[in-house]
Each structure stands twice: as structure tokens, then as C-alpha cells.
């Protein structure tokens, strides 16, 4: 037998590796075994690294965004003209729906809810009792319209507010038909030919005071009325608009998220208005308006906002607003619907005013439903 066949013979004998589990898993104890080994070297490595003093490793940070802010308004330069919009407009962009900053110009909750009524298990306790300053004569009875006869109809209030400082806008709301309710801005120019103009075209007038707003991102205008304010200042800030002009039945709030719901405040504004004899209208730009309980434990005649009618802005839009109001008056007896100087609420109440009495409803004066509301 030859040396090749004797070699032949043992390879052929030899099992291969496959056939031989014990020595696949002795490989892959010994792999194992060398990355634990590197893996506890490395840990020994950078551990000491540290306590010698190395620099610990540090994430680099990407570079902050740069924001570079839109041009501001107003100031016209030598490529952009004038611009033409009015002056009074909502901050873009518009805020979320539902916040408190939305409801500041009417772009949040559309109708206002009416809170369910108390058991009697569940009224609350009174308030505290205030001292109460004299009441001066109703001078909101002496400056308001006649009210109109409703034949028992649903009765609807109309009031547009941030007059005066658009003019153009301004006085196409003055031509429209009437009677609708007017609030001019304490701080517009040249009130008291705007507000005669207006009282002559049939509307009444009301007083738009500019009340501090949740969000320091609006501006609600010169002396407007803080939270934190001492009451001398705030009895100075709200006497510089009242004595603006005259002839009005009411004042209501410009904005004031914030300072309607911090009674503190509000006690000082209600006692100046029953000290003049003069009624209040809650914009209700806040859930948390403590306006009307502010106005009834002083015994001011008040009423609440139910319908912001320009919410969004567009003539369809106003329209739809407007048949809620209808709806609510139809449901409650009455409705008060706020709407703006905007080109398409304009527009729309041009039309809708007509065939209002066609429709079975009344437009009244603000003041003919605090007349008779429950709430006053």
C-alpha cells in the first residue's frame, strides 16, 4: 500500500466541521469570551481617562436659528406705498381658536354660552358686600333711543366697536340703516364730529375702553386699564376716555382677557359707572369675565355679548354669524351680535338689515335689551 492511498485512508476517516457541534461551540465561548475581555479594557480605559483629568466628551450643539423680523407696518419706505388697510387690525397670524388672545378680537368662541341654571342646592353663597358709592341719575336712560316697538318679536342688537380710527370704514358703518349700536375708541381723533354724525344717522353710541389682554403681544392702545394698576390710576385712565365725548349709554371693553377677570379692578370701574349712571356691555373676550357679577353687586345695568359676527373675516362668514344671531333671539327672546368696521361685515349687514322685520325680528339698541334683559 502506497503512501497516498495510507493518506487517503485517515482523511477519509476525518468527520468535517459541521459534524462536530463541540468544537462550533468552543468557538463561540471563545468569541465571547474576547469581546467581554475588550469591552471591560475599554470601560478600564476611558474611566481612568476621566479621573486624570481628560476632557469629558461633549455633543456639539447645532447654531441657534436666526429670525429675521417682518417688516413693521405703518412706516412707508420708498418701495412700499402706504398702506391702506385700516388701523385697527388682527395681529397676523391669527391665534389658535379657543385661546383667550383669539377671543380678544372676536376670532375664538362665536356665541357665548348661557350657563345652565342653579339648583337650589347649588346657588352660591352671596358676595361679599361692598360698600356702594351714591348712584348718580341714569344718564345711559337720558342718552339712549327710543326703544322701538317689537309687537313681541325677537329682538336683535347690533353693535360695531373699534370705531373712529378708520375713518372711511367708520363712517360707512354711520350710513348704514338703522338703529345699530356704536362704540368709538376713547383714543380716536376728532369723536365728538364722528359721534354727532353717527347719532344723526339713528345709532347710539357707545364708549370702547381699552382693557389689558392676556397676551403682551396685543396692543390695546394708549391708557388702557391694568391688572395691578392702583384705583386712583385706574379711575384716571377710564375718566380720560369717558370724558372723550359724550352722549353715550355704555361703555364695553376693548380686549381685556386679563383685566375683566380680576375683580379687583373691576370694582373700580363698576362704582365710577354707577357714580355717573351709565350701563355696562361685556365684550366677553374671556370665560373667565367676572364683568357681569361686578356689574350686579353694584347694581349697574349690564348686558352680555352672545354673537361675534366677524370672528373670520368674509361676507359669507358675517352672514352665517348673523343667522346664528337670529336663531338665538328666536330661542331667548333677544340676541346681541359685535361685529368691526371690516369691509365684509359691512357688506353684509347692508344687506341683512332690510328684510330683518320681513323675517319676524326687531333691530334695537343696545339699551332696549338691557331694558328688559334678566341679566340686568
Not at 485517515?10 to 461551540?25: A, D, Q, S, T, Y
Not at 358686600?129 to 327710543?146: F, M, S
Not at 320681513?358 to 333691530?363: I, K, N, S, T, Y
Request: aromatic fraction near 4%; hydrophobic fraction near 40%; avoid cysteine.
Amino acid at each position: 500500500m502506497g503512501r497516498k492511498d495510507v493518506r487517503r485512508m485517515l482523511m477519509g476517516r476525518k468527520k468535517p466541521l459541521w459534524e462536530r457541534p463541540w468544537i462550533l461551540v468552543a468557538l463561540m465561548v471563545g468569541v465571547l469570551g474576547l469581546g467581554l475581555a475588550v469591552g471591560v479594557g475599554v470601560g478600564r480605559w476611558s474611566g481612568a481617562s476621566n479621573k486624570s483629568g481628560g476632557a469629558p466628551v461633549v455633543m456639539e450643539q447645532a447654531p441657534a436659528p436666526v429670525f429675521t423680523p417682518a417688516p413693521t407696518r405703518g412706516a412707508a419706505t420708498a418701495d412700499e406705498p402706504d398702506d391702506p388697510r385700516p388701523l385697527i387690525q388682527p395681529p397676523p397670524p391669527r391665534p389658535d381658536p379657543g385661546s383667550s388672545e383669539a377671543l380678544e378680537l372676536g376670532h375664538a368662541s362665536d356665541v357665548a354660552a348661557l350657563p345652565p341654571p342653579l339648583s337650589p342646592q347649588a346657588q352660591p353663597s352671596p358676595p361679599p358686600p361692598v360698600r356702594l358709592p351714591p348712584a348718580g341719575a341714569a344718564i345711559w336712560l337720558r342718552n339712549a333711543l327710543p326703544p322701538p316697538k317689537t309687537g313681541g318679536h325677537p329682538m336683535i342688537a347690533i353693535i360695531i366697536d373699534d370705531l373712529g380710527v378708520d375713518r372711511k370704514r367708520s363712517e360707512r358703518v354711520a350710513a348704514l340703516k338703522g338703529p345699530l349700536t356704536l362704540s368709538y375708541m376713547t383714543y380716536a381723533e376728532d369723536l365728538t364730529r364722528q359721534t354727532h354724525d353717527a347719532r344723526a344717522h339713528g345709532h347710539e353710541l357707545m364708549l370702547h375702553v381699552p382693557m389689558q389682554p392676556q397676551s403682551p403681544t396685543y396692543d390695546p392702545g394708549p391708557e388702557v386699564l391694568e391688572v395691578g394698576h392702583s384705583a386712583e390710576e385706574i379711575r384716571r385712565r377710564l375718566n380720560w376716555g369717558l370724558a372723550r365725548f359724550d352722549g353715550y349709554v355704555a361703555i364695553n371693553n376693548h380686549m381685556g382677557s386679563r383685566f375683566t377677570s380680576e375683580p379687583v379692578g373691576m370694582r373700580v370701574v363698576m362704582a365710577e359707572l354707577r357714580r355717573r349712571g351709565l350701563a355696562f356691555v361685556d365684550s366677553v373676550t374671556s370665560e373667565r369675565s367676572v364683568g357681569a357679577d361686578v356689574a350686579r353687586q353694584f347694581g349697574v345695568p349690564f348686558a352680555t355679548r352672545h354673537i361675534f359676527l366677524d370672528n373670520a373675516l368674509g361676507v359669507a362668514h358675517v352672514r352665517a354669524q348673523l343667522e346664528k344671531a337670529e336663531a338665538h333671539a328666536r330661542k331667548h327672546g333677544f340676541a346681541i351680535a359685535i361685529g368691526h368696521p371690516h369691509d365684509g361685515t359691512i357688506e353684509a349687514l347692508a344687506g341683512w338689515v332690510p328684510g330683518l322685520q320681513a323675517r319676524g325680528l326687531v333691530l334695537v339698541p343696545v339699551s332696549t335689551i338691557i331694558r328688559i334683559s334678566p341679566n340686568g
